[in-house]
């Protein structure tokens, strides 16, 4: 378990940097979405990708008993990414094994 939340938190980190890096250097989002949404596969890619956001915060609504502490995870998601869901999910995956016994 503690390899998996070092790995799952490193991941997140190291994503994080990269979000961090691009953002700093002036990389423009423009065309990147330009891209994305004037091709077919692009939008696809879109749709897949908040398709996951929606169930990594489904699921953090289930796990998480406090509702507030729930929205506080999951609605970053929606604008950070599985950056957020990374994050949570190393910090939460002791209580996810637990559940499962």
Known sequence: MTGWRILILLLGIAFGILIAYVMVTGVPAGPALDFL???GWGVVT????YLGFLIAASIIFIVE?????AAAWALP???LGN???A???????GKLIARRT
């Open 87 to 93: 994050l949570w999910f190393a910090l939460r995956i």
């Open 46 to 49: 879109l749709v897949d990708v």
């Open 65 to 69: 008993e406090n509702k507030l502490v």
């Open 37 to 39: 949404t004037g091709d």
């Open 83 to 85: 950056v957020v869901t």
């Open 77 to 79: 998601i929606f604008i």
